[in-house]
């Protein structure tokens, strides 16, 4: 138990600013959310349809940066500090080759957009809000250039800083664009959009200047010279990054997907499935949290060349997440209806909420086990696999399972119910799958390097 103890204050070091940053990540979305919610039910529909579009694809070029955070952390637990900044300045172009192509993919799909089968209304509002949103992408991609760095070395205090402070901002921003305070036309969701970019903007240069001015990141010698593109770090960050990037895309298309299935429900249930999937994915941050610290405190220890602490602490990843699983699932459903009633006054969209909330609760539980062990899998840089699974997983159960129960069922169409049951089937199957992987390839590192008396 003292054990236990020990190796989990290193991922509460590690993860309790990340649990701060990813809580802000998700003010933000909740502040859309719910400001558009209280604009209109069909605000709140353009919204989802805009995220549902578009989420995967951003996730997909964030996945990328992500792979920053293993490689930083090995290193960084190496003492190879110098090439820290190496590998940095060297990943900077492929930085920002991402952050141009995905401003340029939002405005890309905010043009093709019209065409979807959809209330006309309710597409005019994606189409505004993905191209106010279309810079913020850019700064954003660049903001978690530097966010991964920073986390990969232990620091992601400066990281929460600037996040929290940017959620704090994007509230005020938020309301006097969408409702039209301060002499600005009212513009719903679309307000929203100018928000988002006006704040990835401030905190790409907030963190910009933290790195270049702080004491803790200087001993890596980001600016000691100029770096040009290197074939060698490209292709160590699209091994690592592209899978990771993959995954997530996979994982995110099954929630925009089913967002896009259940579309056709109706605008209520449109508006009662975004809330739900709004709350459950800010408990979540707890297990999110700790996945995420497991890849640098992993990452640290492999570094190290501690391969049985680095195993010790890939279980003991799984075990927090999973804890804090069952936290969130009593707080579900024992608030179900306090939480869900911040999110909306119609009595309509509030009863699908509070009864989706009941899966959403259920869903923490396999969520929770696969968070401990990809995060843990990600120190390790095993990435490919994991994807393989999520494939299969996401795109051959849960996503096919949903749409027949939604609209077939066994006996009868369970509607949006039917969805919600197919992803959580989905999640059962990845959990197990990655799971296994861990104990594999944990398990291998430490059989690969016996007797040469590095573990």
Same mark, same amino acid.
């Given at each position: 138990?003292?054990?236990?103890?020990?190796?989990?204050?290193?991922?509460?070091?590690?993860?309790?600013?990340?649990?701060?940053?990813?809580?802000?990540?998700?003010?933000m979305h909740t502040?859309?959310?719910?400001?558009?919610?209280?604009?209109?039910?069909?605000?709140?529909?353009?919204l989802v349809i805009?995220?549902?579009?578009?989420?995967?694809?951003?996730?997909?070029?964030?996945?990328?940066?992500?792979?920053?955070?293993?490689?930083?952390?090995?290193?960084?637990?190496?003492?190879?500090?110098?090439?820290?900044?190496? #590998?940095?300045?060297?990943?900077?172009?492929?930085?920002?080759?991402?952050?141009?192509?995905?401003?340029?993919?939002?405005?890309?799909?905010?043009?093709?957009?019209?065409?979807?089968?959809?209330?006309?209304?309710?597409?005019?509002?994606?189409?505004?809000?993905?191209?106010?949103?279309?810079?913020?992408?850019?700064?954003?991609?660049?903001?978690?250039?530097?966010?991964?760095?920073?986390?990969?070395?232990?620091?992601?205090?400066?990281?929460?800083?600037?996040?929290?402070?940017?959620?704090?901002?994007?509230?005020?921003?938020?309301?006097?664009?969408?409702?039209?305070?301060?002499?600005?036309?009212?513009?719903?969701?679309?307000?929203?959009?100018?928000?988002?970019?006006?704040?990835?903007?401030?905190?790409?240069?907030?963190?910009?200047?933290?790195?270049?001015?702080?004491?803790?990141?200087?001993?890596?010698?980001?600016?000691? #010279?100029?770096?040009?593109?290197?074939?060698?770090?490209?292709?160590?960050?699209? #091994?690592?990054?592209l899978p990771i990037?993959?995954?997530?895309?996979?994982?995110?298309?099954?929630?925009?997907?089913?967002?896009?299935?259940?579309?056709?429900?109706?605008?209520?249930?449109?508006?009662?499935?975004?809330?739900?999937?709004?709350?459950?994915?800010?408990?979540?941050?707890?297990?999110?949290?700790?996945?995420?610290?497991?890849?640098?405190?992993?990452?640290?220890?492999?570094?190290?060349?501690?391969?049985?602490?680095?195993?010790?602490?890939?279980?003991?990843?799984?075990?927090?997440?999973?804890?804090?699983?069952?936290?969130?699932?009593?707080?579900?459903?024992?608030?179900?209806?306090?939480?869900?009633?911040?999110?909306?006054?119609?009595?309509?969209?509030?009863?699908?909420?509070?009864?989706?909330?009941?899966?959403?609760?259920?869903?923490?539980?396999?969520?929770?086990?696969?968070?401990?062990?990809?995060?843990?899998?990600?120190?390790?840089?095993?990435?490919?696999?994991?994807?393989?699974?999520?494939?299969?997983?996401?795109?051959?159960?849960?996503?096919?399972?949903?749409?027949?129960?939604?609209?077939?069922?066994?006996?009868?169409?369970?509607?949006?119910?039917?969805?919600?049951?197919?992803?959580?089937?989905?999640?059962?199957?990845?959990?197990?799958?990655?799971?296994?992987?861990?104990?594999?390839?944990?398990?291998?590192?430490?059989?690969?390097?016996?007797?040469?008396?590095?573990?």
């Open positions: 138990m003292d054990k236990f103890i020990t190796e989990s204050r290193h991922f509460f070091k590690i993860g309790l600013p990340i649990l701060g940053s990813q809580l802000s990540y998700m003010i502040t859309d959310t719910i400001v558009s919610g209280r604009y209109g039910a069909e605000e709140l529909a353009g805009a995220g549902a579009f578009t989420f995967p694809i951003y996730m997909l070029f964030q996945g990328i940066m992500f792979a920053i955070t293993p490689i930083v952390a090995q290193l960084y637990g190496a003492k190879k500090y110098n090439q820290i900044g190496k #590998k940095m300045r060297e990943i900077f172009w492929i930085a920002i080759i991402l952050a141009s192509l995905i401003f340029l993919i939002f405005l890309f799909i905010s043009e093709v957009l019209i065409f979807f089968p959809m209330k006309e209304s309710i597409l005019e509002i994606s189409i505004s809000y993905l191209k106010a949103a279309s810079i913020g992408m850019f700064f954003y991609t660049m903001f978690r250039f530097l966010s991964s760095y920073s986390e990969g070395m232990t620091l992601t205090s400066p990281v929460f800083m600037v996040v929290f402070i940017g959620s704090l901002i994007n509230i005020p921003l938020d309301i006097i664009f969408a409702f039209g305070y301060m002499g600005l036309p009212e513009m719903g969701s679309v307000g929203c959009g100018y928000a988002t970019s006006i704040v990835s903007f401030l905190m790409f240069l907030s963190l910009g200047f933290i790195v270049l001015n702080f004491n803790q990141y200087k001993k890596t010698n980001l600016l000691k #010279k100029f770096n040009g593109p290197s074939k060698e770090t490209s292709s160590e960050l699209l #091994k690592l990054g990037g993959i995954g997530i895309f996979v994982e995110m298309s099954m929630f925009a997907g089913a967002a896009i299935v259940i579309g056709q429900l109706g605008e209520v249930v449109i508006a009662g499935h975004a809330i739900a999937l709004n709350i459950a994915s800010i408990v979540f941050m707890l297990p999110l949290a700790i996945g995420l610290s497991a890849a640098t405190r992993i990452g640290n220890l492999i570094g190290e060349k501690r391969f049985l602490d680095a195993r010790y602490a890939s279980f003991v990843s799984v075990i927090l997440c999973l804890l804090g699983a069952f936290l969130n699932m009593t707080v579900l459903l024992s608030l179900k209806g306090t939480l869900t009633s911040l999110y909306t006054t119609d009595i309509l969209v509030f009863n699908a909420a509070v009864h989706l909330v009941l899966f959403a609760a259920i869903f923490q539980i396999p969520d929770g086990i696969q968070m401990g062990s990809l995060g843990a899998l990600r120190g390790y840089k095993d990435t490919f696999v994991p994807m393989i699974y999520l494939i299969i997983s996401y795109w051959v159960f849960a996503i096919p399972l949903g749409y027949f129960l939604t609209y077939h069922g066994v006996r009868e169409p369970l509607g949006a119910d039917g969805m919600w049951i197919g992803m959580i089937l989905g999640l059962v199957i990845f959990s197990i799958f990655i799971f296994m992987r861990l104990k594999l390839i944990s398990s291998k590192l430490i059989e690969d390097n016996e007797g040469n008396g590095t573990i």
